[in-house]
């Protein structure tokens, strides 16, 4: 039978068309849905994006009722997504869905940016490791405007490397990436993509038809960007000071080498296997004397080494900034992944289908003791690190995950031989088990990293209609999902305002953190996080 004979044929390689754009869009919807606002970033962005869409107001971002000083792009983008697919979809589901646009986008752009550099052979190799990399996974899933600078990153490289054979659709993507990084991340990401115009100019072969081209970005950038700054200078006075205060306060701190150690230290683990891989393809094309002459290395490698230096400049060592490293590095490890020595790549290839199999092998035990409460003693602790928490059967989970697990079985036996065959097995045996991970389970960690409980726990203690809450050292995470899930917007204990509310919520983990102001404070209501032992909060009434 026809059907039979391809299945046993396994996977086509190098994958291309459909069913590269099939793998690609597995990574990016996995995880995106069937879960709350977790706590941290995903909370706040999300909040922020509920608030523009439901207030209207789509000039300045605002988080709980206060003025919250971050380009608006991405909050555009997750309102828009939240109008479309609200009435389908939960709300911050529909929202967060932004956040796979522009991974796709990243992704897309890889591929063309690849294919201008390496060719058509590695065009699939760039998106494929920027899949396969461990510090994007849980970003890449989450409420995150540095998804924004991720796809500007894509899309700055590839109009660099399209600029000799088109220069008007070059200056054109330039000058979208330029606007899209500033107004989805802010200045200091912008920084590096306005750093390697001069090396992009350089590598063009026709020096002024490359000058023409970078203006023509940088005008279009302004038309675009420059709409916003003076509606946001006009109608709401002082943001656009305190947003330029925000964005250029970190720029004036100087340059830190320790900064520059941690960040090159997150590398090895967070941008695995794109740095072993890029440092491969770069020795590579050194023995074969290319790097001095062709720009597919020094374009990425240049852009690497100014988000390098910016990130050290700018920001404390953290993933999310680190995720602007991630774009130059794939474009440089794409040609890495397809040259590896034959032992190397049969290692690799081992490797990755050994880990993916154990991960994917981990993920059914500790469904089998979240659902058929087996092992006991798993099944026990499962319960003491989520208490309260009550697994169930989900039938359907279950059959999505079966197949999943005969998906990952039938790619391992059935890949041909191919240089792309350790890459396909890494990118999609990290597809497998976040798949599986989402599908059976996700409500385990969607129960202890949400503040769902707290904030309807604080609403139903609250009385009905009441307006002046005071909070005392509440995150904006907290903040975001009292707003989201409560919509309640405490005001600051510290203000004047704040002081004069007959209600207060305090959080801590010591004492002196969760003690009323005075003793004209009676305690209402105290609860956590489930599995939460330290972080408490506290409802006081004066």
């Known amino acids: 039978m026809p059907s039979l004979q391809k299945l046993r044929q396994g996977i086509q390689l190098p994958p291309s068309g459909w069913m590269l754009a099939g793998m690609l869009a597995l990574y990016v919807l996995a995880g995106l849905f069937g879960r709350d606002p977790w706590k941290g970033e995903d909370a706040i962005h999300i909040a922020t994006a509920w608030q523009m869409l439901s207030s209207g107001d789509w000039l300045a971002p605002m988080l709980a009722g206060r003025p919250f000083h971050e380009p608006p792009l991405y909050y555009w983008s997750a309102a828009i997504s939240g109008w479309l697919f609200g009435h389908i979809l939960p709300l911050h589901d529909a929202l967060r869905l932004a956040s796979g646009a522009w991974v796709a986008l990243t992704l897309v752009a890889l591929y063309y940016a690849g294919r201008e550099l390496h060719g058509d052979e590695h065009a699939a190799a760039a998106p494929m490791v920027l899949a396969g990399s461990a510090g994007l996974l849980l970003h ?44 989805g991340a802010g200045i200091a990401p912008t920084l590096p993509l306005l750093a390697i115009a001069p090396f992009a100019w350089y590598f063009a072969g026709q020096r002024t038809q490359a000058a023409q081209t970078l203006l023509l970005g940088l005008a279009l950038a302004t038309l675009l960007v420059a ?27 100087p340059f830190s080498f320790t900064g520059l150690a941690r960040f090159s230290s997150l590398l090895p683990t967070f941008a695995f296997p794109a740095l072993p891989l890029a440092l491969w393809a770069l020795w590579h094309a050194w023995r074969q004397r290319k790097q001095a002459s062709h720009p597919a290395q020094l374009l990425p490698l240049i852009l690497f080494f100014l988000t390098l230096l910016l990130l050290a400049w700018a920001y404390r060592p953290r993933e999310i900034p680190a995720l602007l490293l991630l774009p130059p590095l ?13 032992g190397a790549a049969n290692a690799f290839d081992w490797f990755a289908m050994s880990l993916f199999s154990l991960l994917a092998a981990l993920v059914w035990l500790a469904w089998s003791a979240m659902a058929l409460d087996f092992p006991p003693r798993l099944a026990q602790r499962v319960v003491e690190l989520r208490p309260g928490f009550v697994g169930e059967l989900n039938a359907w989970h279950l059959l999505l995950g079966i197949a ?139």
């Open 330 to 342: 794939a474009l440089l490890a794409a040609p890495g992944a397809l040259n590896l020595r034959r």
């Open 404 to 542: 999943i697990s005969v998906w990952w079985w039938w790619l391992i036996v059935t890949a041909p031989r191919s240089p792309y065959r350790s890459l396909t097995h890494w990118t999609l045996g990290f597809t497998t088990f976040w798949l599986l991970a989402t599908t059976l389970i996700l409500p385990w960690f969607d129960y202890g990293r949400s503040y769902r409980p707290v904030a309807e726990a604080v609403a139903k203690a609250l009385p009905e209609g009441t307006t002046c809450l005071a909070e005392r050292h509440l995150s904006p995470a907290q903040r975001a999902s009292l707003a989201y899930f409560a919509n309640l917007a405490p005001l600051d204990w510290s203000t004047r305002a704040g002081q004069q509310c007959r209600w207060l919520l305090v959080v801590g983990d010591q004492s002196s953190e969760l003690s009323a102001p005075d003793a004209s404070w009676r305690l209402v209501w105290q609860g956590n996080r489930p599995g939460e032992r330290r972080e408490k909060f506290r409802l006081f009434q004066r």
């Open 140 to 183: 890449a899933h989450d409420a995150q405007p540095m998804l924004v600078a991720l796809a500007a990153y894509a899309g700055t490289i590839g109009a660099g490397a399209l600029m000799a054979r088109k220069p008007w659709a070059a200056g054109l993507f330039y000058g979208l990436a330029l606007a899209a990084c500033l107004l």
């Open 227 to 253: 709409p916003w700054l003076l509606a946001l200078d006009q109608w709401r006075p002082g943001r656009l000071d305190a947003w330029l205060h925000t964005e250029l306060t970190p720029l004036a701190t």
